[in-house]
């Protein structure tokens, strides 16, 4: 009996499919205006595409040099889907990939594995995606309208095959068309998406030194520069909070959503910076100097070239005087300045210095000290992070947050001098008062908030309502705004 696949715009088609056969979505392949494209046949992908015996070791084992040959592209960002998919069964809002795969439904590039009823459908997250399905999703971003003008060929993705080797996304001693029935692999991930980021017009990405790889050892001689690069760039994190790579892991739905959306959406990409603070943190010693670096982004002083502590980042306000920031907790002191030397009040030295040195652990809202970088919150959800910190300014350090963007709220349960700040009664013991976000979760003072507000601000409009961007901001396709009209972005 035959299946018919889908792809809506940049790909209905690709996961809808997973390595086992699906039962009753059926549909067929469009262009991105919705016009009838070819109409393929799957009888025994399924069947075929058993990972035993499969090493995922490529033909060629030269290596890559560090800029591939690759055809510039027009990424296809603005593509829709037109399916009415509003939520997945299986991925709930608390699922560590929820905002990759709805971000790339509600583009267009995925769908689910079942057909929706009144919106809900499943995504399938845990299943494997082969390396024809994977490709196949970077072709249609990247190469959709050349796709059209390739014959049919020998298999459903004949023509993404054949439209990735022309234009160096995998070449034919690496991936043979037969073998796309294979499951992709992690590593084969790491070349495929290294080649993608400058077929869309970036520039080739540094190499991450290899011993921030645990397991790098393991990864085969023809990818290891991909791993390195893809790592650098931010496209990958490892598997567990070591950065283990498992090279020969399988690559799952809820991965390659994860993957594609920082390659479609730069934002939402790893700090590599944030990845080696939490590894110093976990292991007891944070480079204040390497913080620094990633806090500021004009010039600044570090704090014990002038006798004072080492995690004060000082710089000069054109207008306000001088300044020192707490790159631990954030805090901002004035520290005016003479003949070259800063001064640092007693009483905020003594502020500093009962702050522990030690990171604690505590439960999001529970009672705890002072929280700063380096410590680990268990949030309501069950799930662990590392604080970490960013800026939020433009030409001068302005505010130092921690916990930003990392949805936790680590301010309720804060207690200094014996006194907490407590839940519903959401002020400190000078009067600042805070703000719980009802989205994320994290609580602000009021200037904290507006300067994340001016900080985030997306720019042009949104593609769908509901979209998010910049994690605070959600495009409202039917409120008014009275210059653009229709369509307003709102701060979550």
């Given at each position: ?265 730069a934002s939402t990409r790893v700090d590599i910076k944030d990845v080696i603070i939490e590894e110093e943190a976990a292991a007891g010693s944070i480079s204040w100097d390497l913080i620094s670096t990633k806090y500021c982004k004009t010039s600044y002083k570090m704090g014990d070239e002038f006798g004072l502590p080492e995690y004060l980042l000082i710089y000069d306000h054109p207008f306000y005087g001088s300044y020192a920031i707490d790159m631990r907790t954030g805090d901002r002191y004035f520290v005016p300045e003479k003949d070259g030397k ?151």
């Amino acid at each position: 009996m035959k299946r018919v696949v889908s792809v809506v715009l940049v790909l209905v088609m690709v996961l809808s499919m997973t390595t086992t056969a699906f039962a009753g979505f059926s549909g067929t392949l469009r262009d991105e205006n919705g016009n009838i494209v070819e109409q393929t046949t799957i009888s025994d992908i399924a069947s075929e595409e058993s990972s035993k015996g499969y090493s995922g070791t490529a033909d060629n084992n030269s290596g890559i040099t560090a800029k591939e040959d690759v055809t510039p592209a027009k990424p296809q960002q603005s593509a829709t889907s037109n399916s009415v998919i509003k939520s997945f069964s299986d991925v709930s809002a608390k699922h560590w990939a929820y905002s990759a795969v709805m971000n790339m439904v509600k583009k267009g590039m995925l769908e689910g594995t079942t057909k929706p009823v009144n919106g809900v459908g499943t995504f399938s997250p845990d299943k494997t995606m082969n390396r024809a399905e994977f490709v196949t999703v970077v072709v249609r971003y990247l190469y959709a309208d050349e796709v059209s003008q390739q014959p049919k060929g020998d298999y459903w993705y004949s023509p993404y095959y054949n439209v990735a080797v022309d234009n160096g996304l995998i070449k034919t001693n690496e991936f043979s068309e037969a073998s796309m029935k294979q499951p992709m692999n992690r590593q084969e991930m790491s070349m495929v998406v290294v080649r993608a980021m400058q077929a869309a017009g970036e520039d080739a990405p540094e190499m991450i030194d290899k011993d921030r790889i645990p397991d790098y050892a393991s990864v085969g001689t023809y990818y290891k520069n991909y791993v390195r690069q893809a790592y650098q760039a931010g496209m990958i994190a490892g598997v567990d909070k070591a950065g283990t790579f498992n090279p020969l892991g399988t690559l799952t739905r809820a991965q390659a959503a994860t993957v594609l959306n920082r390659l479609v959406d730069a934002s939402t990409r790893v700090d590599i910076k944030d990845v080696i603070i939490e590894e110093e943190a976990a292991a007891g010693s944070i480079s204040w100097d390497l913080i620094s670096t990633k806090y500021c982004k004009t010039s600044y002083k570090m704090g014990d070239e002038f006798g004072l502590p080492e995690y004060l980042l000082i710089y000069d306000h054109p207008f306000y005087g001088s300044y020192a920031i707490d790159m631990r907790t954030g805090d901002r002191y004035f520290v005016p300045e003479k003949d070259g030397k800063y001064t640092l009040a007693n009483s905020d030295l003594n502020k500093m210095k009962s702050v522990s040195s030690e990171p604690q652990t505590f439960y999001e809202k529970g009672i705890h000290s002072k929280p700063k970088v380096g410590d680990t919150v268990i949030k309501t959800n069950g799930s662990t992070v590392v604080l970490t910190a960013s800026l939020i300014g433009d030409n001068y350090c302005t505010d130092l947050v921690v916990g930003y963007g990392q949805g936790a709220d680590i301010v309720t349960g804060t207690t200094v001098n014996g006194y907490t700040i407590k839940e519903g009664q959401l002020y400190n013991k000078d009067g600042h008062s805070y703000t719980i976000s009802d989205y994320t979760g994290e609580c602000y003072v009021s200037d904290v908030w507006s300067a994340i507000m001016e900080h985030t601000a997306p720019s042009g409009k949104g593609s769908y309502d509901g979209e998010v961007r910049n994690v605070y901001w959600m495009w409202d396709a039917d409120a008014w705004h009275p210059e653009n009209g229709t369509g307003d972005w709102v701060f979550q």
